[in-house]
C-alpha cells in the first residue's frame, strides 16, 4: 500500500468533515473547538504523516537520492551491504640530488612528500609517503647505478601512497617536488601521475550494488559476477566481456574476461644469471622498469628496452608477457652475472587473480581478470568571463571541475564535449564558452580531428591529466 502524503490543510479539513459528521451543530471554523483540538492536532498529525511518508520513501531504492548517507547505509545493512571508503592515490618518486650522499643513506618508511596544487583556495599541498624502505648504496661500483646521465643527477626510486584518500591525490607527473622529511637528497619529483584515489561511494553508486543483490541476480550471470568483482575491495568498476562480446578476443573454451578500474602497484625483485636470452618477468601486469643492476646498473634504451605487453590476447591479466630485451653487444653483462630487475606491476590484478580461482569462489568459466585500458585525454578549450570575476582564479575553477568530472567517469563512458559544457557552466563567473573546443582528443600524436566527443569502449575508461587541460580567457 503506498502513502500518501497530506499537507496541513488536507488535515484541518478532514478533521472537520469527521468532527460535523459526528456533530453538525459544532462550530469548526472559529473557536475552542478550532483554537484547542483542530489545530493543535492537525500539527502534530502532519508530522507524523511526514515521518511516515519518509520512511515508506526510503524503503524503496527509487528514492535512494532522498536518504541520507545514514538511512542508505542502514538499510543496506541489511543484505550486508557496506558502502565503500574512498581509496589512496598511488605512484613514484626520485629522491634526486647533484651529488651522492656520503654513505649508504636509507629512505625510511612513511617518508612524508608532497605536492603543491593549484587550485580555488589558492595553493595547497597534497601529502603523499612512502611505502617500502629503499637505501641508496654509496660504495664504490655500486654508487654509479644511480646516476642518471641525461639529467646528471643522482635519483632512487620508491613507490609512494596519498596520506589521505580521495581524487584530490592522482596529481599530474612532476607535481611531488616537495620534501618535507629530513633525508641526504636535495629533491623529489614523480616522473608519472599518480593514480588510483577515488571519493567514498556515493549513495548513486551503492543504491546500483544493493540495487543488483535485491533483484537476486545470480553470480553465474553477467550483472552478478560485475557485482561481485565490485564488492571487492579496492575495485571501482568491474565489466565483464563473455564468449559473444566483440571485445573477446581469447579462444580459450569457456572463456570470460573481466576488466576492472583499481590497481595497487608493488614492487618487485626479478634475480636471474644473464644468458643474453630475452627476459619475460615473472609478475604481471608489469607498470614499469625501476632499474636492471648487476655489477653496474644497466641503461634504458642503450642496453636493455622493456617492451610492454599491450596487444596480446593476455594483455593486461597476469599471463600477459611484458619482457625485457636486450639491445647492446659489447656493454651488456657478462654471461653468468647475477642480475636483478625492479619493476612495478599490478598486484590488485594478481590478487583478484588468485580470488577467482579459490575453491570457494568456484566459476563455471575460465575467468580472467585484466586492468582495463586507461584511455588519456588532451583538452583545451577558451571561455568569456563575466566582468568583475577574476580571469585566473575562474580558469582554475573550470580546470579543477573538468579535472574531477572526467577523472570519475566510470567504464565505457564517453567523453562528449555537451557535459563538459554542463559542468564548466556551473562554475560562478562563465558567461560563455566556445564550441566546439580547441581541442578533446586521445592524448598523442595528431591522427584525426582535433576537437570532437571521444568513444570509450567498455573496457576502457576516460583519464586526463591536470596537466593536460589548458583554459583560456577573455
Known amino acids: 500500500m503506498s502513502i500518501i502524503k497530506y499537507t496541513r490543510n488536507e488535515i484541518v479539513e478532514r478533521l472537520k468533515k469527521s468532527i460535523q459528521d459526528y456533530d453538525s451543530n459544532v462550530d469548526v471554523e472559529y473557536g475552542s473547538v478550532k483554537d484547542i483540538v483542530i489545530d493543535p492536532i492537525s500539527e502534530e498529525l502532519r508530522l507524523v504523516n511526514d515521518n511516515i511518508y519518509h520512511t515508506s520513501r526510503i524503503q524503496s531504492l527509487l528514492n535512494y537520492a532522498e536518504m541520507s548517507e545514514e538511512e542508505l547505509d542502514n538499510f543496506a545493512a541489511n543484505w550486508q551491504i ?28 612513511n617518508t612524508t612528500v608532497a605536492a603543491s596544487i593549484e587550485g580555488a583556495a589558492g595553493n595547497t599541498s597534497m601529502k603523499f609517503v612512502t611505502t617500502e624502505v629503499r637505501t641508496f648504496h654509496a660504495s664504490a661500483g655500486v654508487v654509479e647505478s644511480y646516476y642518471n646521465a641525461e639529467e646528471q643527477m643522482y635519483e632512487i626510486a620508491v613507490p609512494v601512497m596519498a596520506m589521505n584518500p580521495g581524487i584530490a591525490g592522482n596529481v599530474a607527473s612532476g607535481s611531488i617536488t616537495i620534501l618535507t622529511s629530513g633525508v641526504s637528497f636535495t629533491e623529489v619529483v614523480n616522473k608519472e601521475a599518480t593514480a588510483g584515489g577515488t571519493e567514498q561511494e556515493s549513495n548513486t553508486q551503492l543504491a546500483r550494488r544493493l540495487a543488483l543483490v535485491l533483484l537476486g541476480i545470480e553470480r553465474s550471470t553477467i550483472q552478478g559476477l560485475e557485482l561481485w568483482f565490485e564488492d571487492q575491495s579496492g575495485v571501482i568498476d568491474a565489466c565483464v566481456i563473455d564468449a559473444q562480446d566483440p571485445l573477446m578476443i581469447r579462444t580459450e573454451a569457456g572463456g570470460v574476461d573481466v576488466a576492472i578500474i583499481g590497481t595497487e602497484y608493488a614492487t618487485y625483485q626479478q634475480t636471474l644469471v644473464f644468458n643474453r636470452l630475452t627476459v619475460i618477468l615473472e609478475k604481471q601486469p608489469v607498470k614499469s622498469i625501476l632499474s636492471i643492476i648487476g655489477l653496474r646498473e644497466y641503461t634504458e634504451g642503450t642496453e636493455w628496452m622493456f617492451v610492454k605487453d599491450t596487444t596480446s590476447n593476455y594483455a593486461g591479466s597476469v599471463r600477459a608477457t611484458s619482457k625485457i630485451e636486450w639491445r647492446s653487444i659489447d656493454t651488456l653483462p657478462a654471461i653468468g652475472e647475477t642480475i636483478t630487475i625492479t619493476y612495478q606491476y599490478d598486484k590488485k590484478v594478481e590478487d583478484l587473480q588468485s580470488l577467482v580461482e579459490e575453491d570457494d569462489n568456484r566459476f563455471l568459466a575460465d575467468i580472467l581478470v585484466k586492468s582495463a585500458e586507461q584511455v588519456n585525454i588532451e583538452l583545451a578549450l577558451r571561455i568569456k568571463v563575466y566582468t568583475g570575476f577574476n580571469q585566473s582564479n575562474t580558469r582554475q575553477f573550470v580546470k579543477d571541475a573538468l579535472y574531477s568530472f572526467i577523472n570519475t567517469l566510470k567504464l565505457g563512458m564517453n567523453v562528449e564535449q555537451s557535459d563538459l559544457v554542463f559542468e564548466i557552466r556551473k562554475i560562478a563567473g562563465v558567461d560563455n564558452v566556445e564550441i566546439p573546443f580547441i581541442t578533446l582528443k586521445v592524448e598523442g600524436p595528431i591522427t584525426g580531428a582535433l576537437s570532437g566527443d571521444i568513444v570509450i569502449r567498455k573496457d576502457q575508461y576516460a583519464r586526463v591529466s591536470s596537466g593536460m587541460i589548458t583554459v583560456w580567457s577573455s
Do not use: N
Open 82 to 109: 557496506v558502502r565503500k571508503d574512498g581509496t589512496r592515490a598511488y605512484g613514484t618518486v626520485w629522491f634526486r640530488s647533484s651529488s651522492p650522499p656520503g654513505e649508504d643513506t636509507q629512505i625510511p618508511l
